[in-house]
């Protein structure tokens, strides 16, 4: 017995050391598979309004080589956007994981219910208490009273020369701090709120861990901290200084001046006094959102013309700027003062277009300089961040909306100057793109908006129906686009370069694709001729401009509501007047409503070109049928879909009833996809993986995609799937 319990014994003692080892090689492996699963690098690039059909077009024609090579070794498919195809619509869906109905971005713009008023979708601006707000004059008068009492009595002034006259003399330095303060510190400031509901997948990754930089990404205005050492630029959404999505600036000294545009997107147009000499004139620069008086800050600026005219001289903020006809400066600073304490720093660029004979002067829009935010501006996160990049590789551009397409669109620049300041600006970006690419991020996220800003004023080059087509400038300018492609297909190359070296996966997508603009449709105007919408007579109308959303202009004022069940505002969206929801509603709930909506669809679907016989509209869809979740209040009853050719009005879009249903389209803005149907207009997806699944990719994929390679779960049920 006792050999058989040693036997045992000595049997143990060798297997003991046996499973030992085998359980620590078990446990090594095991986390050595985990460590490397949550190490996993991942890259996200991101192409504004790059379409499917031309892509896969030049790519098929070895115009696209890397892209090409992308497609081979990993996944090539064209991807859904969302309803409707908006920029701020499907990049917060992109960013959030979930459809239009729960992120609440369903457009640019929404209504207000009790107003029937047009506001911006994605965000709210507010009030924020400046400091104490309004103590301030009284907290100032008290700190200068207390502290000079303290001085006083620390110095031994007050027994030299008397408490009363010491008290009297803290008593008027009191006063005049009182008034100080209430004349140059203001009691509150602006302030912005972003409305997009959802968490982003980037902070979702960085609560888990992963170090994440995310860079141009729309509707992430303001930035917020979000990780200990992650880092955010803000995309779309972020102002220029007026407040504006952009404003450019058009000085001239043309007495018959006629821009070719309807200024729907409000240039800032300055009439120059003379084309030689000493000319004075100003900058428009921020409301006065601070005292009110006077409603904006200008500064001065003097432009004087060369002898020669061969060149003029500009002179604001303290510089001298030379130029000759068809050069640009560099940066230039601009500093607007509301009083010797408040200022607010901008940056921007002068491009002089013509010197003689009359003087033709542009300045883009103007940004707020990275190097001096004003208090509570979060451009990026952390807020130093954004002083940190310019210091590393120089002056960027802030806004959002980088490209100005407003200028070429209204006549006031041509084709060479928006490709000069498209390639300006994706030259800084693609410097910081190759530098974040060689960073040690777990995710990398960074969108371009090139492709869609070139698509918007480009397309009348390639498109021989189109109105404003002109062959002339289609030989010179048809191939833009293809270049536009071209330097996509260049950031990609990097990208893959990249993605090859860290053995990253490599996601590449757009928000959406493009479509010819031949045509406006003038929903209201359709809904009157039909009886849907009732006008009042005798009252004038000024024709809608994106000045009217910031400047708090009129907006239905011809409208009869008491007889009106129904009507269009934003891009392609429909809304009843619904009793108990807006606040002049006289359509029941219930079956009545239903029906109304019924017959619309039909009615809308049917309307015909009477020129083409098309149909401008290829599909109505009610929100139920698209979004499982949606605030009834603020989504639109119904999205109106166009077929390729044919896009919502600028007009109705700001709730504008022109003459006629249909027309034709002349302007330089000439490509879209906002209210085309998204079947129509689908965007991107390469990935440098093969895809087991045959599914269409949806762009609500990428989020649990990237965090299904990130190792990091989702925070809550998603309108996507992880993609395998």
């Not at 006792?2 to 050391?17: D, G, H, I, V």
Request: neutral net charge.
């Amino acid at each position: 017995m006792k050999k058989k319990a040693e036997s045992r014994r000595q049997k143990a003692e060798m297997t003991l050391p046996r499973r030992t080892f085998l359980l620590s090689a078990f446990c090594f492996l095991l986390f050595s598979s985990l460590g490397t699963a949550e190490n996993t690098k991942v890259i996200v690039l991101g192409f504004d309004g790059a379409d499917a059909r031309y892509t896969e077009q030049w790519m098929n024609e070895g115009k696209l080589p890397n892209m090409a090579k992308l497609r081979q070794s990993g996944t090539f498919r064209p991807l859904r956007p969302t309803l409707p195809a908006q920029t701020p619509v499907s990049w917060s869906t992109f960013t959030t994981g979930i459809d239009p109905g729960r992120t609440g971005i369903f457009d640019f713009l929404r209504r207000d219910p009790r107003t029937y008023l047009p506001v911006f979708a994605a965000f709210d601006e507010t009030k924020e208490p400046f400091l104490l707000g309004h103590k301030n004059p009284i907290a100032a008068a008290v700190a200068v009273f207390v502290i000079f009492g303290l001085i006083a009595l620390l110095t031994g002034r007050w027994s030299r020369i008397g408490g009363a006259v010491v008290g009297v003399i803290a008593v008027g330095l009191a006063i005049g701090a009182f008034a100080a303060t209430r004349k140059y510190i203001p009691t509150s400031r602006p302030g912005v709120v972003n409305r997009r509901q959802g968490i982003p997948f980037w902070e979702v990754a960085a609560r888990a861990g992963r170090k994440a930089t995310v860079v141009h990404v729309p509707v992430t205005f303001p930035a917020n901290d979000f990780g200990h050492d992650d880092h955010l630029l803000s995309g779309l959404g972020v102002p220029d200084m007026s407040g504006r999505v952009g404003k450019p600036f058009y000085f001239t000294s043309e007495l018959d001046f006629h821009r070719s545009g309807s200024n729907e997107f409000s240039i800032e147009v300055m009439q120059l006094e003379d084309n030689k000499g000493v000319i004075r004139t100003s900058i428009q620069g921020p409301p006065n959102k601070l005292f009110g008086n006077p409603p904006y800050i200008t500064i001065p600026m003097t432009i004087t013309v060369a002898g020669d005219r061969s060149s003029v001289t500009i002179e604001e903020s303290g510089q001298k700027i030379t130029l000759r006809a068809g050069e640009w400066s560099d940066w230039v600073e601009f500093v607007f003062a509301f009083n010797p304490l408040i200022k607010l720093h901008g940056i921007s660029r002068f491009h002089l277009i013509a010197s003689q004979p009359e003087i033709k002067l542009y300045l883009s829009p103007i940004n707020f300089d990275p190097r001096m935010l004003p208090p509570g501006f979060r451009v990026s996160s952390p807020a130093k961040w954004a002083l940190q990049l310019a210091q590393q590789f120089g002056l960027y551009k802030t806004i959002g909306w980088q490209i100005d397409t407003w200028a070429i669109s209204e006549g006031f620049a041509d084709e060479q100057m928006f490709l000069d300041d498209m390639n300006w600006t994706v030259a800084k970006d693609r410097k910081m793109f190759e530098s974040f690419l060689n960073g040690p991020d777990d995710l990398l996220v960074q969108q371009f908006e090139f492709p869609d800003r070139v698509g918007h004023v480009f397309w009348r080059t390639m498109d021989p129906k189109h109105p404003a087509y002109d062959p002339a400038l289609a030989a010179k300018w048809g191939g833009t686009l293809l270049k536009a492609y071209q330097l996509m297909d260049a950031i990609v190359g990097d990208a893959m370069a990249a993605a090859q070296k860290k053995n990253a996966a490599l996601l590449v997508l757009s928000d959406h694709g493009f479509a010819s603009f031949r045509k406006s449709v003038n929903y209201d105007t359709w809904l009157v001729m039909n009886g849907y919408m009732t006008l009042k007579s005798g009252v004038q109308v000024k024709e809608r401009n994106v000045e009217m959303l910031f400047d708090q202009g009129q907006f239905w004022e011809n409208v009869d509501w008491s007889k009106t069940r129904a009507y269009a505002m934003g891009l392609g969206e429909l809304y009843i007047n619904l009793k108990g929801r807006e606040a002049q509603g006289i359509v029941n709930p219930g079956a009545e409503y239903d029906a109304l909506k019924k017959e619309l669809k039909e009615r809308l679907v049917a309307l015909t070109d009477p020129e083409t016989g098309e149909h401008p509209v290829r599909r109505v869809i009610a929100r139920e049928e698209v979004y499982r979740q949606f605030d009834p209040n603020m989504i639109p009853d119904l999205f109106l879909t166009n077929n390729d050719g044919y896009r919502v009005s600028w007009q109705t879009s700001l709730g504008g009833i022109p003459k006629n249903i249909l027309e034709p389209n002349k302007q330089v803005w000439s490509g879209d996809h906002c209210s085309v149907d998204p079947e129509l207009v689908k965007g991107i997806f390469f990935y440098n993986r093969k895809l087991a699944t045959d599914r269409a990719p949806y762009i609500a994929d990428v989020y649990p995609t990237v965090l299904g390679l990130l190792r990091v779960a989702a925070p809550y049920a998603l309108d996507g799937v992880d993609l395998r």
